[in-house]
């Protein structure tokens, strides 16, 4: 069983402050998502990345991919309230059947 | 192109009754997966179907909960006798081949 771990497990911090949230695993993975869930709404994909070492940038935040395909970063720059929400890390391990792997989810706050 | 679609949004029930979850597929997905999360907890995988098959069921119960995804017609996730522990969200999510999966906005199961 892949699984992906995510730090921190809660993350509460004042507008415009900086972040990181990471998500590790012991197993190599063939690609990562990563996804923000407001309260009452469905996970909303936010970016993939595939290429050991890759990263890649939306507005403030970036997100990168361990060089050994096996942990993820998503930095965020400048918080915004409406940066509010769950974020997951999910991925197809590689091998085999790639059933996609989601991670326990950082839950982040920003606060005006 | 019109996202995954889920109906009910919120759905109640008393012990004992029937619950059906359906789940549209974004056009040209053949993939489908259902989850389920508990407030505050991250999502657990439940099945994987691809059209008239059940590819991966192992994070479904054994027993009251069946999954379909006909050929024609939207997913169907069915939970009869349903107790009070059944009370959750449950999301679909599609994706056109393994790797990223776009969610729907869930349904909300209410035992009473």
């Known amino acids: 069983t892949q699984l992906l771990e995510q730090s921190p497990q809660f993350l509460s911090i004042q507008e415009g402050e900086n972040l990181t949230v990471y998500c590790n695993s012991s197993?190599?993975?063939?690609?990562l998502q990563w996804y923000r869930q407001e309260p009452g709404e469905g996970p909303v994909l936010l970016v993939t990345?595939?290429?050991?070492?890759e990263v890649k940038k939306l507005k403030r935040l970036t997100f990168q991919f361990g060089d050994a395909r096996k942990d993820s970063s998503l930095h965020i720059t400048a918080a915004q309230p409406g940066d509010t929400g769950l974020y997951l890390c999910?991925?197809?391990?590689?091998?085999?059947?790639?059933?996609?792997?989601f991670g326990t989810g950082t839950k982040l706050q920003v606060i005006p | 192109n019109a996202g995954v679609m889920q109906n009910p949004r919120h759905l109640v029930r008393r012990r004992g009754q029937e619950a059906r979850l359906r789940c549209s597929p974004m056009?040209?997905?053949?993939?489908v997966y259902w989850y389920r999360q508990l407030p505050e907890e991250g999502l657990k995988f439940m099945v994987y179907?691809?059209?008239?098959?059940?590819?991966?069921e192992s994070g479904m119960p054994k027993e009251r909960f069946s999954a379909e995804f006909p050929k024609e017609g939207p997913s169907i996730l069915r939970i009869q006798q349903v107790v009070r522990g059944d009370s959750a969200a449950y999301f679909c999510?599609?994706?056109?081949?393994?790797?990223?999966?776009?969610f729907g906005p869930g349904t909300r199961l209410t035992v009473t």
């Open positions: 999510a599609s994706s056109p081949s393994l790797g990223e999966q776009y």
């Open positions: 197993s190599v993975f063939s690609s």
């Open positions: 990345v595939v290429t050991g070492g």
């Open positions: 999910a991925g197809p391990a590689s091998g085999g059947y790639q059933k996609v792997t």
């Open positions: 056009k040209g997905h053949s993939h």
């Open positions: 179907l691809q059209k008239e098959n059940i590819i991966d």
